[in-house]
């Protein structure tokens, strides 16, 4: 599908209010779309019909929440596309890696950093601690960070 | 004292004595010119100097070389078969030693002249796959067993096309002796009329020694060290002496079957230059061929190795061997 | 390998592990391999032994601390990784760069590619058992080196971007030499078509091993030089363009079947390509400052950003997910090298050995960038 065919296929997946459209020039990515852990396997096959590529799959560890961040791409200009699902702690995602290959080492990622697990991933082992390690670097009570903040603060109202 | 020794054993065992000493004492001196040789042709070719500092130009690297490796530990892993990781670098020293003892350096400087010399010397190269085998089993280690698996299949494949087109040269002689076949090139050297018979051998032989292309048995970037990965020391040493004792092996029977032996060119016969000179000059050739070759090329892939063996050389020798027997027998 | 039985009787596999530390896994790789015989039925890529945290240092750092730890993540594109993060920061705290340095990143950027893909050419040949190319390429790769040595202050992990612009200017002595590394790279072509890409021992090695086309690289993610020898035009320098590469002509080279000997002439074409940038960024150098206006310590609005850049490997981006301090709140690099190992999940099985090495050689990885 073309990659207006699949912002029409977004609208139908998720509430069209959670689709934005940002600067490609300053965000790096056209489309931001909010969506909750349910709905991502069929934006994640609605992507791979429109030959996005899986880009990365990152975490983020606020107070409130896990964030998981997916990024897809497509080979032509300004495709990027960015899917922000809120997790919370102790919840797990469904995986991906049914339609994307890459997610399989992206998600064993995140689950090493972060300890979010994932659904019926195939071979959810830690990726890149040795296997009989017993905490998540990422999270933010490990270790040394400068600060801890909740999602409003980094994604919320400034005037608020 | 020589008299007294002479008499009371017989001049034939004093013979022999010297003459495998002569032998060993040549084939180390032969080891520490080689690998210097290689050092400093691999250097030149990759744009650099080799080895310069221990002696003029390096000469003496080798030498140090050995006196490091004799001084190391002899360490034998817990889990190896132990006869035969110890008989291992034994048996692929000694036969190639004693190989020496028919080649005929000049019209006088031959150890035996055996009426089988020929025969001799391809059944004593046929122990290196044993050898190979051996260090490879012994050393407990996938690694080493992958490469004595390669090895074997390589030598045993590449020695049907260098028995075949030995057989040329067997035909046209009608002698295995080895004087005999240096006599029968007074006219014309073999390589001149039968030059695929001697490329051939000189592949097959390349791939024999488990020299570059062919490397595949000692593929340093994917076995680590191939079948001698678990030896250290001097055994370690008797394995890389065998391999240059090979190669020089390999060149004198190449000049000898094909390259004329210890006879001038015939156009240079009026030169005073003794047989000797001759025979180690178009031997040190080949060798520095060997070693150019090394150094260029990459490496062959096992199963295009075997390829190249079962579907592109033995067809070739054997086609060889009836075309060529065809003309003997119309020339004589 | 014909099959007479419905289903094997005794199954008689080994596994073989080669690594993590093997000569040719480039950094510390460690490949579980099933074999049965000399062919591998599964192949299992384990990593992470040289995870160093820096994400985790990126939270407590404040970004200019940051800045050292960006090109030793891949150390071979150093240069490319440094431009990528201080670009990011700065297109988020809309910092403006003036063109002299926008100019030198760039030349500096394509010299570091060139270096990198010297390196890639010379070990790759040698993983395949000619050891001479090596020294060749390493005599011209000496060359850069030394020429950024010159400007940065070091030959391999470079801190040379700061955050509106360059560290030091670059003088005419600088341009000089980089001028005659041109020339000299150009004559050297010669060599290496006659040396390796005409060999036949090496088209025998790379024709046809490893072929990744469109599909699995779509799957898999793969980016760079493996993605174009597949044939997909996707280049970050043209699709999303940054600093002052929409200034310059250049081409992308491409392939057609995506095997191993693609990947090796897409590499070769591109370092053609990066001197014409090179020659052309030279010509147009302006005079100038070389740093704009950034406060000390810089602050991005609260927010996050994705930047991608080009590196020798592929497409590497930057996410950074800021609260409105001077430290990150969380920094993830996408390296290239890591969707474009997880090929080997799929390549591998079916094939030799041998080819393991001619596989994994030409998809060209840097483990520690995968490991971060």
Redesign the interface.
């Known amino acids: 599908m073309s990659f207006d065919d699949f912002r029409e296929e977004l609208r139908k997946v998720v509430d069209p209010a959670a689709i934005r459209a940002s600067d490609h020039g300053i965000k790096g990515y056209s489309l931001e779309v909010t969506a909750r852990s349910d709905q991502v396997g069929r934006i994640a096959r609605a992507a791979r019909d429109t030959d996005l590529f899986l880009e990365a799959i990152s975490g983020v560890d606020f107070t409130d929440c896990f964030q998981v961040v997916y990024f897809f791409n497509g080979f032509g200009a300004g495709s990027r596309v960015q899917v922000r699902v809120k997790v919370n702690k102790g919840e797990s995602l469904p995986t991906i890696s049914t339609v994307y290959d890459a997610a399989l080492w992206h998600e064993r990622e995140v689950f090493d950093l972060f300890g979010i697990a994932f659904d019926n991933h195939p071979n959810l082992r830690r990726l890149l601690l040795p296997e009989d390690a017993d905490f998540h670097p990422l999270r933010k009570d490990f270790g040394r960070v400068h600060a801890v903040r909740s999602t409003d603060e980094i994604y919320g109202d400034p005037t608020a | 004292m020589w008299h007294w020794l002479v008499t009371v054993l017989g001049p034939d065992v004093v013979r022999l004595a010297v003459s495998l000493v002569a032998i060993i004492a040549l084939v180390q001196v032969n080891a520490l010119f080689l690998v210097w040789l290689e050092r400093k042709v691999?250097g030149h070719?990759?744009?650099?100097l080799g080895p310069m500092e221990v002696g003029p130009h390096g000469i003496l690297q080798t030498l140090v070389d050995g006196i490091k490796l004799v001084s190391k530990e002899l360490i034998t892993p817990r889990h190896v078969d132990r006869k035969l990781f110890v008989l291992a670098p034994i048996v692929v020293f000694l036969p190639v030693v004693s190989s020496f003892i028919v080649i005929p350096f000049s019209e006088h400087l031959q150890i035996r002249d055996l009426n089988v010399g020929v025969l001799l010397i391809f059944a004593f190269s046929t122990f290196n796959v044993l050898a190979i085998l051996m260090g490879g089993w012994a050393a407990n280690n996938?690694y080493s067993l992958?490469g004595a698996i390669r090895s074997v299949a390589q030598s045993v494949a590449y020695e049907i096309p260098l028995l075949l087109v030995v057989l040329n040269v067997l035909l046209w002689t009608g002698s295995f002796q080895m004087s005999a076949i240096v006599e029968a090139q007074s006219g014309r050297w073999n390589a001149v009329w039968m030059p695929f018979a001697a490329l051939i051998y000189l592949i097959c032989a390349t791939a024999e020694t488990n020299r570059?292309?062919f490397?595949?048995p000692e593929?340093?970037?994917?076995l680590?060290a191939g079948f001698h990965t678990e030896y250290s020391g001097m055994r370690f040493a008797l394995f890389f002496l065998a391999e240059y004792s090979n190669m020089l092996i390999v060149a004198a029977v190449a000049t000898t079957l094909f390259f004329g032996g210890w006879k001038s060119p015939p156009f240079l016969g009026f030169l005073p230059v003794p047989g000797v000179l001759w025979f180690f000059s178009k031997t040190y050739a080949l060798v520095f061929g060997v070693v150019w070759v090394r150094?260029?090329?990459?490496?062959?892939?096992?199963?295009?190795l075997m390829n190249f063996s079962w579907k592109v050389m033995i067809p070739a020798s054997l086609i060889h061997l009836v075309v060529y027997a065809g003309i003997i027998k119309l020339i004589r | 390998m014909a099959t007479q039985l419905p289903e094997p009787i005794i199954e008689q596999t080994?596994y073989?592990n080669m690594g993590p530390q093997?000569?040719?896994t480039h950094g510390v790789l460690r490949l579980f391999l099933k074999l049965d015989g000399?062919y591998i039925i599964e192949a299992d890529p384990i990593i992470g032994y040289g995870h160093r945290g820096h994400e985790k240092m990126a939270e407590s750092h404040l970004y200019e601390q940051f800045l050292p730890n960006a090109s030793r993540m891949d150390y071979l594109s150093g240069l490319i990784f440094n431009h990528g993060y201080v670009a990011a920061i700065e297109k988020m705290a809309g910092i403006e760069v003036p063109p002299r340095a926008e100019y030198i990143r760039v030349i500096c950027a394509e010299l570091n590619r060139i270096s990198s893909h010297l390196l890639w050419f010379g070990t790759y040949?040698?993983?395949?058992?000619?050891?001479?190319p090596?020294?060749?390429a390493f005599?011209d790769r000496e060359i850069i080196l030394d020429i950024l040595d010159r400007v940065t202050g070091s030959r391999l992990t470079y801190s040379y971007c700061r955050v509106g612009g360059v560290a030091k200017d670059v003088d005419d002595e600088f341009i000089a030499a980089t001028r005659g590394f041109i020339q000299r790279l150009r004559s050297r072509w010669e060599d290496y078509h006659n040396?390796v890409t005409k060999?036949v021992?090496?088209i025998?090695?790379t024709k046809g091993v490893g072929v990744i086309n469109r599909e699995i690289a779509l799957r898999f993610g793969c980016s760079g030089p493996v993605l174009r020898a597949a044939g997909v035009v996707y280049d970050i320098r043209r699709v999303e363009p940054y600093s002052v590469y929409p200034d310059l002509q250049f081409e992308i080279p491409t392939g057609t079947a995506g095997d191993a000997f693609d990947r090796y002439m897409v590499r070769l074409q591109e370092i053609e390509q990066s001197l014409r940038i090179i020659e052309q960024a030279l010509e147009r150098l302006p005079e100038g400052p070389i740093r704009g206006r950034a406060p000390r310590n810089v602050r991005p609005p609260r927010g996050d950003s994705y930047f991608a850049v080009e590196a020798a490997r592929g497409a590497l981006g930057f996410y950074i997910v800021s609260d409105g301090t001077r430290y990150p709140y969380r920094l993830k690099v996408r390296a290239p090298s890591f969707g474009n190992l997880q090929v080997l999940t799929e390549m591998l099985p079916g094939t030799?050995?041998?080819?393991t090495?001619?596989i994994l050689g030409s998809i060209d990885i840097v483990v520690p960038e995968i490991d971060r």
């Open positions: 691999a070719i990759q744009l650099r996938k992958l570059a292309p490397d595949i593929a340093e970037s994917e680590v150094w260029t090329f990459p490496r062959l892939r096992f199963d295009q | 080994y073989l093997h000569p040719s000399e040949i040698m993983d395949l058992g000619g050891f001479t090596f020294l060749y005599d040396l060999n021992i090496f025998h090695r030799l050995v041998a080819d090495i001619s």
